[in-house]
């Protein structure tokens, strides 16, 4: 409960703050269990929980397990473990408290989601580590937001959190929401010619689909749908300009669905049909290559 409450309290305060400056609550905490259900305590309170069956490791942006005996608790938990490996090869198993286990997923296009394990008994820190559930909480929120947000929890929660804390976080191999939307965006460059959704290109960020779109226009400036016509025209164009394929044939090779489809949609972007546009841009690339001869007699005899 100690556990499970300072990080609680840490993700509620960011949603708090969130709020105050007019978006959507960045986190929601989910509290699972093997089984689901109400489960006791360590102070015998009954807690109700969600199945862990229910999720994929893809679903959360961070894990945070409140446990006891770090390492024997790990390898006792056989159905923890099995659930894991479905998702994920395990990159270490070297578990202390206040310590993370990297877990590296099977599809190189997600990235990595970092578990912490936590002795269930205790909100400070271990003998042999200086980092707290709470530090690690904040640690990833100041990742997600910004400093001067994990500082002012950090106040709320009388919890003398300092960034230096963060040296020791970078060892967990730790992957920052900015490198994740970045890579996303690469995935979606890669990808544009298939039928991809939005959805996939969360999972692909390991995130989900509400979190990833907040974050995505906050990095880049648009939606990630607007981030996907926009590479999805950009490569229209080039092939508009550079090759004599017919518009359905282009449309079908850059994810479009069929040339009426990218008719309608070229021109309500550009005011122009993919046609004229390859005129227009045949002239242009013409009149490149005139000289200035060419240029003043063409010019004259538009003239008359």
């Known amino acids: 409960m100690l556990t499970t ?39 015998s309170i009954l807690i109700w929980t969600q199945n862990l069956e229910r999720y994929s490791l893809t679903d959360f942006h961070a894990f945070f397990v409140a446990c006891r005996d770090g390492d024997e608790t790990m390898e ?46 205790s909100v400070g820190a271990s003998a042999g580590s200086s980092v707290t559930p709470t530090d690690l909480a904040l640690a990833q929120i100041e990742r ?29 191999s730790i992957v920052t929401t900015t490198e994740k939307i970045r890579e996303s965006a690469r995935w979606i460059r890669e990808n544009y010619s298939k039928a991809i959704s939005v959805a996939q290109a969360a999972e692909s960020a390991a995130m989900s689909k509400r979190n990833f779109q907040r974050r995505f226009k906050c990095e880049f400036g648009i939606t990630p749908l607007e981030y996907l016509l926009r590479t999805r025209f950009e490569v229209v164009r080039t092939m508009l300009r550079n090759t004599d394929l017919p518009v359905d044939k282009i449309a079908r090779r850059c994810g479009m669905g069929d040339g009426n489809r990218l008719g309608r949609l070229f021109k309500e972007r550009y005011g122009v049909s993919p046609t004229q546009y390859r005129a227009q841009q045949h002239i242009k690339s013409e009149e490149r290559w005139l000289t200035p001869e060419e240029a003043w007699n063409s010019t004259t005899d538009s003239l008359r």
């Open 5 to 43: 409450g300072a990080v609680g309290d840490a993700f509620r305060l960011a949603n708090e703050f969130g709020k105050a400056g007019g978006d959507e609550p960045p986190y929601r905490l989910s509290v699972l269990s093997d089984e689901g259900g109400l489960v006791p305590s360590s102070s």
């Open 76 to 121: 006792s938990n056989g159905r923890f473990l099995s659930w894991i490996s479905r998702h994920g090869s395990i990159a270490s198993r070297g578990i202390q408290q206040g310590a993370s286990l990297a877990v590296v997923c099977k599809n190189p296009l997600q990235s990595i989601v970092p578990i912490f394990f936590f002795d269930d008994g």
């Open 144 to 172: 997600d937001m910004n400093s001067d947000t994990a500082r002012k929890i950090a106040r709320e929660l009388q919890t003398n959190y300092v960034e230096q804390n963060k040296s020791e976080l970078d060892d967990a």
